[in-house]
Every structure is written in C-alpha cells, then in structure tokens.
C-alpha cells in the first residue's frame, strides 16, 4: 500500500525529450489509467515508475521514499506485461513461486499464497502446466497471479489486454477491476483503448507526445475536457469540430448557422460537439447533409458534412434511422454541452 | 498437411544436385570406403603384398594400451575444448549482451578468430608460447612457472586445448548470442521486477533457456575437438612430447602415414567414422527436435 508521487519528470535518449516535465500524484489504493495514442510515453513512464528505464530529471516517491535510483527488486512493485513475460521453462506454479523463492520466503508460505491466488484467478487446474500449454486468457491470468503473490505495493500494467480478443478483453476487464478494488493495491495501468481506461481507471492521465494533456476522473475528462486532444479522444464517437466565430453568447458556423454557446470569448475559436449532445430538432440551427448510416442497433451513428461545407459532422440518435444519402437532417444543441477550444492553442476556453 | 504438387518428371533436378553427387562420392563416399576396406587388410613390412584379415587390425586395436591411452586423452581434450571454448563463448556472449555501445565493433572483433585456418592459429599460439622466444613464458618466469611445452607433457596438452579452444570460442559465441537475443526481453525485466539479481537473472532464467544452443554447441564443439583439431596439433607439438598430445585423429596420421601402418591407421579411421556418426544421430535425434523445457 503506497501513493507515489511524480515530480517534473523528464525522460530523454540523447537530445531527443520523449516525456515533458510530467506531474502527478497518485493516492493510496488508487487505480490510475495512463492513456494516450502510440509513441505517447506512456509505455515509457510506467517503466520509469518500474525501474526498466532510468529517470533523465525529476523524481519518483512510491510511499514517500525516492525510488530514482532503485533497482526494480528493490521498489516493491510487481508488473503484468503485455507479452505476459512468463519464464517459459518453468510452470505455472513455479512461475507465480518464483518471485517469493528469490526473497525467501518458508516453502509452505510460497505454497499457500500460490493456491490462494490461483483460487482468486480461477487456474487452480493448470498450476503443474507449462505456459505454452495455456491459452491466451490463461496467461494472462498467471501473468496477474505472478503479480499478486508477491503483495506488492504498486502493480503496474503494461497494456496487458492487447493481445486478446474483444470478448475476452472486456471480461478480464472486468476482472482486473474487482481484482483491484478486492486487493487495494495501488495501480498504474496503460492502454491506448479510451474505453478500457474509461471504465477502469478512478482518474486517467491523457498523454499526447510526452506532454499530460489532462489528469482527471473519467467524467471530469469527459464533461470538461483540457484541450482538443482530450476531447477528440476520449468518447466515441469521438467529439465533431468546428471552426465558428464567437460573438457574446453566439457562435455562426461556417454555413451561417448561429448558435447559442456560453458567453466566452470574441472571435475565431473551436467548438465542440459530442454526437450524443446533438438533439434532433426539426427547426434546429445545425443542419447535416447524410453521407453514411452505421446501424447499431440501440442507436445509428449519421455520418455526414455540415450542410453546403466541407465540415465532418457525426450524430448519434437513439433507435433506427434510415434516412437517405444526401438528405438534411436538422439538430440543435444545449449551450451547456457545447465546448470551446482556443483554434491555436487547442485548450479549452476558460468558462 | 501440405498438397504436393506434381510437376512433369524432368531430368533438371537430377542435373543440378549431380554435382554436389558427385563431389559427396568422390571425396566422402570413395575414401570412407577405401578405408573400411584397407581396415581389413594387413600389409607387409615392404609393401609387397597385403592379406585379408577380416577383424584383426580392430582386435590389435583394442589390445593395444597405446590406443586406448589415446583414446581416453582424446575424451579429456575434447571435453576440456569443447568446456573452455563454450564457457568463454557464454561469458562473453553475456556481456556482450550489455553492452551498449560500441557493440558491433566488439562483436566483430570477437567474431575474427572463427576465420582463422587451425595451423596459422597453431603457429600464432607457437609463437606467444615458444620456450625461449615466446611472450608467455617470459611472464610465466615472474610467476614461477618454466613454460617448455617441448618437454613437459601437460603444458603441451594445456597450450594445444587453448589454442584450439581459442579458435573455437568465435563461433560458440555467435551462437550463445543469437540465443540470447532471441529470449524476450520482457522475460527477463519480469525476473528483474521478481528480485532476480544479474547472476540469478543468468543461472535461473537465461541459462535454462538457451539449453538448446547448448545442447547443439557440444556436440559441435566435441566433433571439432575430435576432428578439425588437427592442424593445430600438427603446427603447434605434432603429437608430442612423447604421445602425450596424440588425440585420436593425429594418431591415425601418424600410424598410417609416418608409421606406414596402413591397415591399421584405417581401423582408427573407421571406429573414428563411427564415432561421427554417432554424435550426428543424436545431435539430430535431440537438437532438431529441440530440447524440451
């Protein structure tokens, strides 16, 4: 059980700045996502918390102790690797005890704490195979059982779900979360899958090229998002732009349409809708020409152009839709739901 | 199971292996059988006339303490070669491993001795250790050691498993390192996460997995000490002082063609084919199927 504390963390090979002066705490027992698109950082940063890779500047404290200079044995920590990284050699009970011999521990402990986390994980039968015998989803258990024997302080996830299918992926998602929430344990998990670290993480750490966009609860990152970045990647579908110039409490679009937005800002700037904050209305101010339905059963997504411009616009309405290609269908949009970004910049207007 | 496909019969595929056929029968095929028919024949002192002895050069052979003697040497200095040359291959794969920069150039380096012909390297490591001319002796003095392998028997077997072992540690190495490149290296950072320190990293996780390539490299490594050896023993003590560095290989050079024991020389020869092919069988028995772990 720790917090860990990260200060103006800097990571560089050669000249090259790969994470920008990174910040952020992370309270004891929480379980934090660390999300961003490939070649972000985050992969990079869970491994400086781990020890994998030094630390350039700055400072990690797990439970109030500088760990810079560690090595990974000694952090206290236990990682579950998107490859699993089991010893191939060795079994599955050897895998999971092999951690515990290193530090000593009386055989019958090891035993104990082996069975006990092969109950939890539900691999009791498969303790004597070796790894190559194993599915996907089983690896990955004993990958996660590798971890929790050790009862470490911190558990760090390395985009452990990557590898499997989706139906698999959703329900070992699942699992990890009451895993977490049963242990306690302080996590740090990364993934480059927004509803993964939608539905999993207590906050969620948005990186976009070694910079935090944004550190935030799910819902704050959705309700407020930062910046475009945040905005365009958490939600899916994902957020629609447009450039409009504002005027007190009025938004016109580049078709002309005007729009009721918060009282913000003069001049050029980016609104924001969400294709689930745009409400069907007959005589709404947005109207959109339809390129293409996706049926989804439980609602359709219209993709389509803000009308007479070249302007992506997806909605997303509830039940079926059918409309035809090319046919105007008009929507409005509460002022509390719209978001305003600074075109330059690309942060969010201050409200 | 994959479909064969019939192409229409061709002399082409006869044409393009025959000379590969050809050179297998006459350097490999001929001779081999040359010598297990000269291995039945006795010849006379003058070379006049021969007879048809069936087992006898065999029976002699094995009554004979002085092949035995070389039998039992040659065990030790191949086991001693192939040991040394695969210890360092592995220690320095090991380290090569971590080096971060500069690693080709090590790499290289280290790969050199491989292209090296055995009796330039036997003339190189004659040279460094010649009892009045040579480097090491010059040290050896300071530590107390005279160094004449002409004379002392178990300097000139120590000097021959270096040199040889020396040649051999290049090629042990590419193999140890490709192995060692091979296992993720995720595997081991979990082991680094679990506690393991470097040597026990090593030993538990790395050594058991490259088992494999040891396995192979043995049996490489005692074939080259059996066979390819030669040359270097020829440059460095042809055999002596006295037998005490006649391995098996040199002794059926010398038997056959300083001693002119013809019939005899060709008996070793075939248990020595034997041999050959044995360690073959298993190394494709075992090695190809992988060792399992």
Same mark, same amino acid.
């Given at each position: 059980?720790?917090?860990?504390?990260?200060?103006?963390?800097?990571?560089?090979?050669?000249?090259?700045?790969?994470?920008?002066?990174? =910040?952020?705490?992370?309270?004891?027992?929480?379980?934090?996502?660390?999300?961003?698109?490939?070649?972000?950082?985050?992969?990079?940063?869970?491994?400086?918390?781990?020890?994998? =890779?030094?630390?350039?500047?700055?400072?990690?404290?797990?439970?109030?102790?500088?760990?810079?200079?560690?090595?990974?044995?000694?952090?206290?920590?236990?990682?579950?690797?998107?490859?699993?990284?089991?010893?191939?050699?060795?079994?599955?009970?050897?895998?999971?005890?092999?951690?515990?011999?290193?530090?000593?521990?009386?055989?019958?402990?090891?035993?104990?704490?082996?069975?006990?986390?092969?109950?939890?994980?539900?691999?009791?039968?498969?303790?004597?195979?070796?790894?190559?015998?194993?599915?996907?989803?089983?690896?990955?258990?004993?990958? %996660?059982?590798?971890?929790?024997?050790?009862?470490?302080?911190?558990?760090?996830?390395?985009?452990?779900?990557?590898?499997?299918?989706?139906?698999?992926?959703?329900? %070992?998602?699942?699992?990890?979360?009451?895993?977490?929430?049963?242990?306690?344990?302080?996590?740090?998990?990364?993934?480059?899958?927004?509803?993964?670290?939608?539905?999993?993480?207590?906050?969620?750490?948005?990186?976009?090229?070694?910079?935090?966009?944004?550190?935030?609860?799910?819902?704050?990152?959705?309700?407020?998002?930062?910046?475009?970045?945040?905005?365009?990647?958490?939600?899916?579908?994902?957020?629609?732009?447009?450039?409009?110039?504002?005027?007190?409490?009025?938004?016109?679009?580049?078709?002309?349409?005007?729009?009721?937005?918060?009282?913000?800002?003069?001049?050029?700037?980016?609104?924001?809708?969400?294709?689930?904050?745009?409400?069907?209305?007959?005589?709404?101010?947005?109207?959109?020409?339809?390129?293409?339905?996706?049926?989804?059963?439980?609602?359709?997504?219209?993709?389509?152009?803000?009308?007479?411009?070249?302007?992506?616009?997806?909605?997303?309405?509830?039940?079926?839709?059918?409309?035809?290609?090319?046919?105007?269908?008009?929507?409005?949009?509460?002022?509390?739901?719209?978001?305003?970004?600074?075109?330059?910049?690309?942060?969010?207007?201050?409200? | 199971?994959?479909?064969?496909?019939?192409?229409?019969?061709?002399?082409?595929?006869?044409?393009?292996?025959?000379?590969?056929?050809?050179?297998?029968?006459?350097?490999?095929?001929?001779?081999?059988?040359?010598?297990?028919?000269?291995?039945?024949?006795?010849?006379?002192?003058?070379?006049?006339?021969?007879?048809?002895?069936?087992?006898?050069?065999?029976?002699?052979?094995?009554?004979?303490?002085?092949?035995?003697?070389?039998?039992?040497?040659?065990?030790?200095?191949?086991?001693?070669?192939?040991?040394?040359? %695969?210890?360092?291959?592995?220690?320095?794969?090991?380290?090569?491993?971590?080096?971060?920069?500069?690693?080709?150039?090590?790499?290289?380096?280290?790969?050199?001795?491989?292209?090296?012909?055995? !009796?330039?390297?036997?003339?190189?490591?004659?040279?460094?250790?010649?009892?009045?001319?040579?480097?090491?002796?010059?040290?050896?003095?300071?530590?107390?050691?005279?160094?004449?392998?002409?004379?002392?028997?178990?300097?000139?077997?120590?000097?021959?498993?270096?040199?040889?072992?020396?040649?051999?540690?290049?090629?042990?190495?590419?193999?140890?390192?490709?192995?060692?490149?091979?296992?993720?290296?995720?595997?081991?950072?979990?082991?680094?996460?679990?506690?393991?320190?470097?040597?026990?990293?090593?030993?538990?996780?790395?050594?058991?997995?490259?088992?494999?390539?040891?396995?192979?490299?043995?049996?490489?490594?005692?074939?080259?000490?059996?066979?390819?050896?030669?040359?270097?023993?020829?440059?460095?003590?042809?055999?002596?002082?006295?037998?005490?560095?006649?391995?098996?290989?040199?002794?059926?050079?010398?038997?056959?063609?300083?001693?002119?024991?013809?019939?005899?020389?060709?008996?070793?020869?075939?248990?020595?084919?034997?041999?050959?092919?044995?360690?073959?069988? !298993?190394?494709?028995?075992?090695?190809?199927?992988?060792?399992?772990?």
């Amino acid at each position: 059980m720790a917090d860990i504390q990260l200060t103006d963390l800097v990571k560089s090979y050669g000249p090259t700045e790969v994470l920008h002066h990174v =910040e952020g705490g992370i309270k004891d027992g929480e379980f934090i996502v660390i999300v961003g698109p490939s070649g972000c950082g985050k992969s990079t940063l869970l491994r400086m918390v781990a020890g994998l =890779e030094s630390v350039t500047s700055g400072e990690i404290r797990i439970g109030g102790n500088r760990v810079n200079e560690l090595e990974p044995s000694a952090r206290d920590i236990a990682m579950v690797f998107q490859n699993y990284a089991l010893y191939p050699h060795m079994s599955v009970r050897q895998n999971m005890a092999y951690g515990l011999k290193i530090r000593k521990l009386p055989k019958d402990e090891i035993n104990r704490r082996v069975e006990e986390a092969a109950e939890i994980l539900e691999i009791k039968q498969y303790l004597d195979r070796k790894p190559r015998q194993l599915s996907g989803g089983q690896r990955q258990r004993v990958a %996660m059982g590798r971890a929790i024997v050790r009862d470490p302080q911190v558990f760090l996830f390395d985009e452990p779900l990557s590898n499997l299918d989706a139906k698999l992926r959703v329900q %070992m998602r699942l699992e990890i979360r009451k895993l977490q929430q049963r242990l306690g344990v302080t996590s740090i998990y990364v993934t480059h899958d927004q509803v993964e670290a939608m539905t999993l993480g207590d906050r969620l750490m948005v990186l976009n090229g070694g910079y935090v966009e944004q550190f935030g609860t799910p819902i704050e990152l959705y309700d407020r998002p930062a910046s475009v970045f945040v905005a365009g990647f958490i939600g899916s579908p994902a957020m629609n732009f447009l450039p409009a110039d504002l005027n007190g409490g009025r938004a016109t679009l580049p078709d002309g349409a005007v729009l009721a937005v918060p009282p913000r800002h003069t001049g050029a700037a980016t609104l924001g809708l969400r294709p689930e904050h745009l409400a069907d209305d007959p005589a709404g101010p947005i109207a959109l020409e339809v390129d293409l339905l996706e049926q989804l059963g439980a609602n359709t997504l219209i993709h389509g152009r803000l009308q007479g411009t070249e302007h992506a616009l997806t909605a997303s309405v509830p039940g079926h839709a059918c409309d035809s290609i090319g046919s105007i269908r008009r929507f409005s949009a509460t002022p509390a739901l719209t978001h305003l970004f600074d075109t330059a910049s690309g942060k969010r207007l201050a409200d | 199971m994959l479909k064969r496909v019939h192409f229409p019969t061709s002399a082409l595929p006869y044409l393009l292996v025959a000379p590969q056929i050809a050179i297998t029968l006459v350097f490999f095929i001929w001779p081999a059988s040359q010598a297990m028919y000269q291995s039945f024949l006795i010849e006379d002192a003058f070379g006049l006339g021969t007879e048809f002895v069936w087992f006898e050069n065999f029976e002699i052979l094995w009554s004979d303490s002085h092949y035995l003697a070389s039998f039992q040497r040659t065990a030790v200095f191949s086991l001693l070669v192939a040991g040394l040359s %695969m210890g360092v291959a592995l220690l320095l794969a090991g380290f090569a491993q971590r080096v971060v920069r500069g690693a080709m150039f090590y790499r290289t380096l280290l790969i050199w001795p491989y292209a090296v012909a055995p !009796v330039l390297a036997g003339a190189l490591w004659v040279f460094m250790f010649n009892p009045t001319l040579g480097i090491f002796p010059y040290f050896l003095e300071f530590a107390g050691i005279t160094w004449n392998h002409y004379l002392n028997g178990t300097q000139a077997m120590a000097l021959v498993i270096l040199a040889a072992a020396w040649k051999q540690v290049a090629y042990n190495f590419l193999f140890y390192l490709a192995a060692m490149q091979s296992i993720p290296n995720s595997v081991i950072e979990a082991a680094a996460i679990d506690g393991a320190g470097p040597a026990r990293r090593f030993w538990t996780i790395i050594f058991p997995l490259i088992s494999p390539t040891t396995f192979f490299l043995l049996v490489i490594n005692m074939v080259y000490a059996f066979f390819e050896t030669f040359g270097i023993i020829h440059a460095v003590t042809q055999g002596g002082p006295g037998t005490s560095t006649t391995i098996l290989v040199y002794k059926v050079f010398n038997d056959g063609f300083v001693g002119l024991d013809l019939g005899g020389s060709a008996a070793q020869s075939v248990v020595l084919m034997v041999l050959v092919i044995a360690m073959t069988v !298993v190394q494709f028995r075992f090695v190809e199927r992988k060792v399992a772990y």
